[in-house]
């Protein structure tokens, strides 16, 4: 597991904590979004503009991640502009979704995404599909569905399921346009939560009418936090690194983020896990493991040589 891998995993579990924020803050769902997306892309935008004056102090990675935009057009950065607006509008749909039929199955729904992506991934960006990657990956959908599968027995409705199944298609289209960009490091950060602020905005003045603004400093302090670590570090963790890792990578370490959800409530807040949900974490970890870390070449040559059958004299 290389070191853009280690990051993405990161972020990847940065975003697990989201949940356990959010909650601290007693505000409607979509005013949330708004103001998560709004505090990030500040952050970002401070970033980049700092990072510009120290661009040519900076080495290596951090060249790459922090200062440089790359060699993009138009068009590059028309695709991580759709993609910031598909993820604000994707996260506006997903809290819906929470609000309506609960986290459970909105999260089994929800992540249906990566399932379509690596799907979509041989046609579309032309990677190989191999055995090991299928098989992992098959696992991690196993394990996901004991960790929801009690979610399936709550109530819900049929517009919580929608705006459920909306998120995950937004989800997809966010990853793909991203993707196709070729801009990378900090300035794809920056544009993919600016756009992501924009779309978010857009739902809640002209299908709600606005946003409420927080009611105590102690809603302020959370929102910050959400803000600035959670939305502007995460997003700059995970988007820096995403265009360097194979999608198919993405599609399976994108499952630490609800396993991750889990074990923190478990942890923090004492939330009871059940015995499938414990089976469903290990068997996730275990197959994106599996599916990521590579053993050793002279331990996958012994273990080979192994397989062959022994020559008689």
Known sequence: MNSRTAKFTAALFLFGSNGIVAGMISMGSRDI????????ALVLIAMYLIAGRKKNAA??????????????????KALVICSGLCMG?????LYEAFASIGVGISTIIYYTAPIALMMLSPFIFGEKLTARKAVCFSAVVMGMLLINIEGFFGSFNA??????????????LMLIFNKKSAMSGLVNSVYQLAF?????????????????????LQDVMWLVILGVVNTGIGCF????NFSFIPVQTVSILGYIEPVSAIVLSAVILGENMSGLQAA?????????????????????RSAKQSLQPAHRS
Do not use: N
């Open 196 to 216: 992501a602020f924009v779309g978010a905005a857009v739902i809640c003045f002209t299908v709600y009418g606005g946003v409420s603004l927080p009611a105590t």
């Open 59 to 76: 080495q290596g990675d951090a060249a790459t991640d922090l200062a440089a935009t790359g060699s993009v057009t138009k068009k590059d």
């Open 237 to 240: 963790l995970y988007f820096s």
């Open 89 to 93: 509008i994707s996260w506006m749909f």
């Open 33 to 40: 979004v708004f103001f998560r997306t709004m505090i990030g």
């Open 280 to 300: 469903g974490i290990a068997v996730v970890i275990l197959a994106s493991l599996a599916a990521e870390i590579q053993l050793p070449a002279a331990f996958r």
């Open 159 to 172: 517009r919580g399921i929608f705006c459920a199944a909306m998120s995950a298609v937004f989800f997809v």
